[in-house]
């Protein structure tokens, strides 16, 4: 963790240890937590090609089902 939890806001959206892989080799996501709290703005920041779209339509396709 590089920043300490806020404890004054509530958790909309958690998950723990999230992982998408393609085949036995190929690693999308490999363990990934997240916290996303209510009325607050959360951007995910990286170059081209890290990974950000891919990491948000597997937890929309996991909030759907």
């Known amino acids: 963790n590089n920043e300490q939890e806020p404890t004054d806001l509530t958790v909309g959206i958690s998950f723990e240890n999230l992982s998408k892989h393609f085949g ?6 490999e ?3 997240l916290k ?8 995910l920041l990286g170059h ?7 990491k ?10």
């Open 56 to 65: 948000l339509f597997i937890v929309l396709f996991q909030i759907e089902n």
């Open 48 to 54: 081209n090609g890290a990974g950000k779209v891919m």
């Open 36 to 43: 996303l709290f209510e009325n607050q703005i959360t951007a």
């Open 24 to 29: 036995p080799n190929k690693k999308a996501v």
């Open 31 to 33: 363990n990934l937590s």
